[in-house]
């Protein structure tokens, strides 16, 4: 295939085919001016027939916007920002945006190439996303509007949409303690990601708010894998065979835990209900029992973050801040 | 923020704030025409000053090209596609191409809306992906070079760059003929899938290679998930104890064999050996023990067909038809 006989039709093709004026077939095809319809037809055939499409990039320059948004992540396109992403599209492509995607993989020069590039591309506004809702250096002032969903950004001029980690650690303690549970434990992640002493508060806003305690002994810290949960099951076995509901940091921690209580012959959740975080699906139902879990919406933040950027590329201010948006629990067996 | 604060600056500004015409901004940034020293660096530090970029759009016009290529995928950027895009971006963000993004869901009418979306913003070239290397239909002829990654297209005419099933499937069968394994399993997915009877092929060429036949009463066809996995594991030991080596269609499969066999007493690699496929990170790692796999290099078909498509916007022929790409064995506990 060689470029010339891949050159889209032009408008003067189409004029030359129906016999007409290039204007002519922009007022025919634009449906605006005085034309008999047997000539708007004609033009209208023709266009078809040759398979002309009006000029996208000509128009963008007449109204000076691309309808056209940067997205930049540093996940490549991970777990995590995959149902943010696909919020985002949901909500752009029914406004007929189209997203640029750019992953700057954490790295501070490719992300300034990057957004660089997406300037240059004149993208009408910017979404930047990222594995964790911890702070992350603001891009700085931009001459579109940017708005952070999931990562949050470290200058609260910037607007960052992201979950409620206390909140959502809450209702899985609400939901335990409304089964009877009396004894917890919480099993999570490195103590230096955001998430974990958040999640970690909301466990204890839960127990505090039922009248219970958090025994500072019953919090483990350590990785955010199975194999750390299987760990910590032994661990919370030998340390206090009488805990009855144990809130983890993450899906792939439950399982881990699960597994391991399984194994030392521990009853879930007869004998100890677990509830996870993430409502990862692959995790959640390969898990004996599945597992009751944390769902951080991820997808719902996407499409609010679009939505945001959407009202400010038509001139509405964006607010400021980070916006916590709630969690919501889904109920599988492992809590009872 | 309104948008009349927000409108980047144009080439007019950086004329009037160094004191020259458009013309000579034009000249003095694109490094053409004859123009004294010091008034290039006067139209340097204004276009600098006013945060000036050059308007792609209008470049793009000029050269009937966006340097931006479409990406198609239907499978909302998963688990499969994801290395494929993240192989594509490599490819082209090293030549300054940027990347459409449109999930078409698997819905031929949402595809085409995309198709015509991204004709319309004229992009250069075209990349289809999706979940499973299985055909789908073809987009038919369009007026840019079309590459399919993962997926194949149904017409010989198109260019799919896909992996090899069978080549897949037999690397693991010598391996575990290398290590002495002589009574071979084949613990699959649903049969109407493409992989399914293909790698099946491969494990029959492997082990017709050294002489050994597969017993069809020890091919077991399910679905693509761990708890087949565990059932498979069961079935296989009552029907025939003395087996030493099955071959997984999935590391979710193999890993929920793994458990299966564990439970039952079964040591692997030990007693049976067992082989994955996909090298999925979660699955191989958090398995006990960690899984043996055939990795089909999908980030390397994403930049085959990135280097592909480059080649074809530039001018060269698109080659035809299927291209099965070898995968790789990954070594790790499992197979002994």
């Known amino acids: 295939m060689t470029r010339s006989q891949t050159s889209p039709p032009t408008i003067r093709d189409v004029a030359a ?6 204007g002519t077939v922009s007022k025919a095809l634009n449906g605006n001016g005085q034309l008999r319809d047997s000539t708007r037809s004609r033009v209208t055939a023709a266009a078809e027939e040759l398979g002309f499409r009006p000029n996208h990039l000509a128009k963008s320059l007449l109204e000076g916007r691309t309808y056209t948004v940067g997205i930049l992540t540093s996940d490549s396109f991970g777990r995590f920002t995959t149902p943010v992403m696909v919020g985002i599209e949901d909500t752009l492509g029914a406004g007929r945006m189209s997203t640029l995607l750019c992953d700057g993989r954490g790295d501070p020069l490719r992300e300034r190439h990057y957004v660089q590039e997406l300037l240059n591309r004149r993208v009408d506004g910017l979404v930047v996303t990222g594995r964790r809702p911890d702070p992350r250096p603001s891009l700085g002032r931009l001459p579109i509007p940017v708005v952070y969903v999931l990562v949050r950004s470290d200058d609260p001029e910037d607007l960052s949409i992201t979950y409620d980690d206390v909140q959502g650690a809450e209702l899985g303690v609400n939901h335990l303690v409304a089964n009877g549970r009396k004894r917890f434990a919480y099993v999570s992640g490195p103590a ?49 065979p009488g805990l009855d509901a144990v809130v983890c940091g993450s899906d792939q921690i439950a399982r881990g835990l699960v597994d391991g209580f399984r194994e030392a012959g521990v009853g879930v959740p007869a004998d100890v209900a677990v509830v996870g975080f993430d409502n990862w699906d692959v995790m959640v139902e390969a898990s004996r029992p599945p597992l009751t879990t944390v769902d951080p919406n991820l997808k719902t933040l996407g499409r609010l973050a679009a939505t945001r950027l959407m009202d400010a590329i038509d001139g509405h201010d964006l607010p400021r801040g980070v916006r ?13």
């Not at 085919?17 to 290039?22: D, H, K, Q």
């Not at 916590?324 to 009872?336: F, K, M, Y």
């Open 192 to 240: 230096r990601h955001w998430s974990t002493p958040r999640r970690r508060d909301g466990v204890q806003r839960g127990l505090t708010g039922a009248g219970l305690t958090l025994d500072p002994n019953l919090v483990l810290l350590g990785e955010w894998s199975e194999a750390w949960g299987r760990t910590a099951a032994g661990q919370l076995l030998r340390q206090d």
């Open 17 to 22: 085919r129906a016999g007409v004026s290039p």
């Open 324 to 336: 916590h948006e709630p969690c919501d629990l889904v109920l599988r067996q492992s809590s009872g």
